[in-house]
């Protein structure tokens, strides 16, 4: 069975600030436009780690990798598919190593390899969404043409139907324009995406104010959980009869990262 955001979430990988989110000397270097203050971030990741486990969902915790801030944001590093994980190669330079390091942690999980991308090709997990038969993929100022060659070639020959598309300003990732909130529903920002991008899916579409407009966990099971911010796709959602868990993650969003950024999808069933 190909492997599908929409579905419900089982078993993830999180990777709770303590050290390393709040030591940053050079915020531009590392794509962060603010320090956060500790004691909000953490509360704030907690409250998500425990929001998942109240869902039924195993939330499993790795330290920080040393001397790298962003290696809070565990979706970047790796894609597991139902065929292993493929270890991606991230597109910020200061972020380099921790492709190693989630490779490491998902093998002691029993995660099988299922590849890689090699340099000069870059991909970063934000950048890739798989939703049953298809997987979008976005090219973007992390993920390079390069990198969307291997990614889509690995893809393909797990069976899925590639669709790339080009990820404009404001979005860091394709991940920040559009998620899958079930099996065949995508939430997605208006004018971003070719108009036969979607289909065969059901679109709830949402202006896209911010460069995380599109951007929630899909818990499954019509729920989601949402930046309390990110009150245009918490309206709509709320309209579809979706269930929103509106959580904090101010001190997230200072580095650059949405909900779904947080968190390494392992499982979904």
């Not at 979430?9 to 203050?37: A, G, M, Q, W």
């Not at 949402?226 to 868990?245: G, M, S, W």
Request: charged content about 25%.
């Amino acid at each position: 069975m190909l492997r599908n955001e929409g579905d419900r979430l089982t078993r993830v990988v999180v990777c709770s600030p303590k050290i390393e989110y709040f030591r940053v000397d050079d915020l531009k270097l590392h794509n962060i436009t603010e320090l956060s203050d500790p004691a909000k971030a953490i509360e704030q990741h907690d409250k998500l780690k425990s929001t998942m486990s109240e869902f039924g969902c195993q939330v499993i915790d790795i330290p920080e990798l040393s001397n790298h801030p962003n290696s809070v944001f565990t979706m970047d590093t790796a894609l597991c598919t139902p065929q292993g994980y493929i270890k991606l190669r991230m597109g910020l330079k200061t972020r380099e190593g921790e492709e190693e390091w989630m490779a490491q942690h998902l093998e002691t999980l029993g995660e099988p390899y299922a590849g890689c991308i090699e340099p000069p090709g870059t991909v970063e997990g934000g950048d890739v969404i798989l939703a049953g038969s298809v997987a979008f993929v976005g090219c973007s100022r992390r993920t390079n043409r390069e990198g969307v060659r291997q990614i889509s070639d690995l893809l393909k020959r797990m069976g899925y139907e590639v669709r790339v598309t080009t990820v404009p300003e404001p979005y860091l990732h394709i991940g920040g324009a559009m998620s899958m909130i079930g099996p065949e529903r995508v939430l997605c920002c208006k004018g971003v995406f070719p108009d036969d991008f979607f289909n065969g899916f059901e679109k709830i579409e949402v202006s896209g104010d911010t460069f995380i407009s599109g951007n929630v966990i899909n818990l499954g099971e019509n729920e989601v959980i949402a930046d309390i911010r990110n009150k245009e796709a918490i309206e709509k959602l709320e309209q579809a009869n979706f269930t929103i868990h509106a959580l904090d993650l101010s001190e997230f969003v200072k580095g650059t990262g949405g909900p779904s950024c947080l968190i390494m999808p392992v499982e979904r069933k």
